[in-house]
């Protein structure tokens, strides 16, 4: 969590001096729902974290960090909560008016560490997005989460992540965000050698919240 | 006629030999011109040849010709009358007589009484403004025989310099332009000029002078153009029409995540759970909803870009050449030439 925090530190603090005019950054409001293994093993939570982006001409960056606090659904099969905090990461080089290529990053880690999977990948993806009024943008991603990590062990050959975006100016400098991710990591183990099983692992996390441009 | 204007002729009429009276002084004359008010011409005659014996000044001795010319008009002594209105032009060349006010005998044997003596009347010096070399000032003066007629333009003070006009043959209304300049092509040196207008037929000589000012100053420069007359610059921005677009281009992101969320939910999984994708989802439709009412947001007009860049260009190029005549202005100079008051006697 203190890596994590210092590495969005040092980037509120690096991209204002590159580009002060288009850097924003504010607190954000979190809803997420976590899935593991199997049906039963279910959670939904809140949280909150905070987001910074920027831009210098075609390129761009934005980074989350967010502390949910994930309970148990009802129905499901898991006895106890945990929480979990997420970094996220983004690199983007805009090819055209509506379309960036982006790499970035993801780690998620679980406290207690064995309640559920921490996570960490690279991400290499698309984005695409459009002005739909003064001061409003949508966007949609799709990144590929490449050589993922877990904490159990494991490996997951087909890992996609989906995005959607908003970002609304709502008066002057303040912003409005919302941004929903769906992750699906198609976690394979061998637990003592006897064979692969599928331990796939599922998380939708809406970020609601409001930023303010520097 | 109505009556008004009946009453203003009687006025004019009561008025007018009052103002006569006034410039009069010799008492023979002023009876002389009594008597010619009373249509006592013979009475006329006397007194005005009577006033002619005694000392009287020019403008008097014009008039008590002028009395003895109408005198014998009326009495139909027309060569009289020519000998006499002879001798009021050669003391005022100036003189004019209003064919409405006098009779048409008297009127015609002015006018042949004009066209026996050589007179140069009427000089007239226009005031006028040039820049030297590119104008001239224009002179106009009358000669009433044929004659051979020379113009000049004569400096006053120590220089004296002369500058001839012209030199022709000339009869009547004569129309000169005389452009102020030195033979090198530098205008004429400023200050105070008289303009001489000397006719000479056989041994008759007469001349008329007229005084200026020539003064010099600088070329006024252009004033740079900052747009072009009936050439507006275009806004260089507009707002596109009201559409569904903001609400469609939402649907679809937002179909987009819908769907992919769907694709990739894993079967092992169950179904997961919508509420994250129903706020943002949700979100983006209103918003969508909301900049589909409001009015869109204004975009560059490419064509009106176009065109003022077009428009700046031309300004440019405009100013290019109006800076290259001013640096040319900077180097004229302007004449400036106005008459001055004749003085008296100026003619002989």
């Known amino acids: 969590m203190r890596r994590a925090l210092a590495a969005m530190g040092l980037l509120t603090c690096a991209v204002p001096v590159a580009h002060a005019q288009q850097v924003t950054i504010g607190p954000q409001f979190v809803l997420a729902s976590y899935r593991e293994v199997a049906a039963g093993l279910r959670y939904q939570g809140t949280g909150f974290g905070g987001a910074v982006s920027g831009r210098l001409r075609r390129l761009s960056a934005e980074a989350s960090v967010v502390r949910l606090t994930l309970d148990p659904s009802g129905g499901g099969a898991a006895t106890a909560g945990f929480t979990a905090t997420e970094v996220n990461a983004w690199v983007a080089y805009d090819v055209a008016t509506y379309a960036s290529l982006e790499v970035g990053i993801i780690r998620r880690t679980a406290d207690p560490e064995l309640d559920a999977q921490s996570v960490g990948a690279l991400r290499i993806g698309a984005r695409s997005f459009t002005e739909i009024g003064p001061g409003a943008i949508v966007l949609f991603r799709a990144n590929y989460l490449a050589a993922p990590q877990f904490s159990g062990g494991g490996r997951a050959p087909f890992s996609l992540e989906l995005g959607l975006g908003l970002d609304v100016r709502l008066a002057g400098r303040l912003h409005g965000t919302a941004a929903y991710t769906f992750q699906r990591i198609n976690r394979k183990t061998n637990p003592g050698g006897t064979g692969e099983l599928d331990a796939p692992l599922q998380e939708t996390v809406a970020r609601v919240g409001l930023a303010l441009g520097l | 006629m109505s009556r008004s204007v009946q009453a203003l002729v009687l006025l004019a009429g009561l008025l007018a030999p009052v103002a006569g009276a006034q410039a009069v002084q010799n008492a023979t004359l002023r009876r002389a011109e009594q008597a010619y008010d009373n249509l006592e011409y013979r009475q006329v005659l006397s ?161 008329g002078a007229q005084p200026i000012r020539v003064s010099h100053g600088a070329v006024d420069t252009v004033a740079h153009l900052t747009a072009l007359p009936g050439y507006e610059y275009l806004p260089e921005t507009e707002i596109p029409p009201q559409s569904w677009r903001p609400l469609g281009l939402a649907f679809l992101f937002t179909g987009g995540a819908v769907v992919g969320t769907l694709g990739l939910e894993s079967s092992n999984l169950g179904s997961g759970s919508r509420r994250e994708l129903g706020v943002v989802g949700g979100a983006a439709l209103v918003t969508g909803f909301v900049m589909t009412l409001r009015k869109p947001a204004p975009r560059p007009a490419a064509a009106n870009n176009l065109y003022n860049r077009l428009l700046r260009d031309q300004i440019a190029r405009r100013n290019q050449d109006i800076e290259k005549e001013n640096v040319a202005r900077r180097q004229q100079v302007q004449l400036t030439v106005a008459p001055l008051p004749k003085p008296s006697g100026a003619a002989r």
């Open chain 2, 47 to 207: 007194l005005a040849q009577a006033a002619l014996r005694e000392p009287l000044t020019g403008p008097e001795r014009a008039r008590a010709y002028e009395l003895l010319g109408f005198t014998y008009g009326a009495m139909d002594s027309i060569l009289k009358a020519v000998d006499a209105f002879k001798q009021v032009v050669l003391i005022d060349p100036e003189r004019q007589l209003d064919p409405n006010r006098i009779s048409p005998k008297a009127y015609s044997a002015f006018d042949v009484a004009l066209r026996q003596v050589l007179l140069v009347r009427q000089l007239r010096v226009d005031s006028t403004t040039f820049v030297g070399g590119q104008g001239a000032v224009p002179i106009r003066f009358t000669v009433t025989q044929p004659a051979r007629v020379v113009t000049r333009a004569i400096g006053s003070g120590g220089s004296g310099r002369s500058f001839l006009i012209d030199s022709g043959a000339w009869n009547g209304q004569v129309n000169l332009r005389w452009p102020a300049r030195l033979a090198n092509g530098d205008p004429v040196p400023a200050g105070s000029y008289t303009v001489v207008v000397e006719a000479r037929l056989g041994q008759n000589a007469f001349s």
